[in-house]
């Protein structure tokens, strides 16, 4: 990835801590992944220029809203906060995404998809519950993308999963999934192998970095 563009971005603000600042950088870099293999699952769906590019600023910040979740548990977070309670707040994400997308002036396609990105097809999903094609499918597309980036991704309480692993995972869970999306999506993952496969996640184009100071701006604001 290009770490040191985003290392810039983070540090260009002085206001923030450095808590908030590596937090910052995780959630840019995910969103990275998860747009590349987002508008790369879009583009073997046949969607047009249109739907891929904005299909790509939806991956980008679908999490955005994890900020304000990250703020406010380490504010309200301590020893007698029920887990139910932490879930409750992180499960909130999506509706402070959408709603901070809402505020910029974003159109609906991608706000939607944003909101909706948690949603399973079999109605297991957050935060409305929705089944199948009532979920819209820019949000079936993210669904899975985002599982993907998050299973092959180092986390503080496991190692990143390999390729195979992960599918392996998602091929287990696939009634949560479009059958068409997670089709082409093992596509995309069995055609971009190797390097390439590797420069399909880490990459940043100049759409996303049109879009990337979003997150240091309502990091800010917080």
């Not at 304000?68 to 906060?81: G, P, Q, Y």
């Not at 029920?82 to 509706?95: G, S």
Request: contains cysteine; glycine residues 4%; proline residues 3%.
């Amino acid at each position: 990835m290009e770490e040191d563009y985003l290392e810039q971005l983070v540090m260009e603000s002085a206001s923030l801590s450095s808590k908030m600042r590596e937090y910052l950088y995780v959630e840019m870099s995910h969103g990275v992944k998860v747009s590349n293999l987002a508008q790369a699952v879009a583009k073997e769906l046949g969607e047009d220029e249109t739907f891929c590019r904005q299909i790509a600023v939806a991956g980008l910040l679908h999490d955005i809203g994890k900020l304000w979740v990250t703020k406010h548990m380490n504010e309200t977070d301590n020893e007698e906060t029920l887990t139910i309670e932490r879930m409750k707040i992180v499960r909130m994400h999506p509706t402070h995404s959408c709603d901070m997308l809402k505020a910029e002036g974003y159109p609906a396609g991608i706000t939607q998809a944003v909101y909706y990105h948690h949603e399973n097809v079999d109605g297991t999903g957050y935060p409305e519950n929705l089944r199948g094609d009532k979920i819209p499918w820019m949000a079936r597309i993210l669904r899975i993308c985002d599982v993907y980036c998050a299973l092959t991704t180092d986390r503080s309480y496991r190692r990143a999963f390999d390729r195979s692993a992960a599918m392996e995972i998602m091929i287990d869970e696939a009634e949560d999934y479009d059958m068409r999306c997670f089709l082409a999506f093992q596509r995309v993952i069995h055609n971009e192998a190797g390097e390439k496969l590797r420069s399909l996640c880490t990459v940043i184009s100049p759409l996303q970095k049109e879009h990337l100071p979003l997150f240091v701006k309502e990091a800010e604001a917080l």
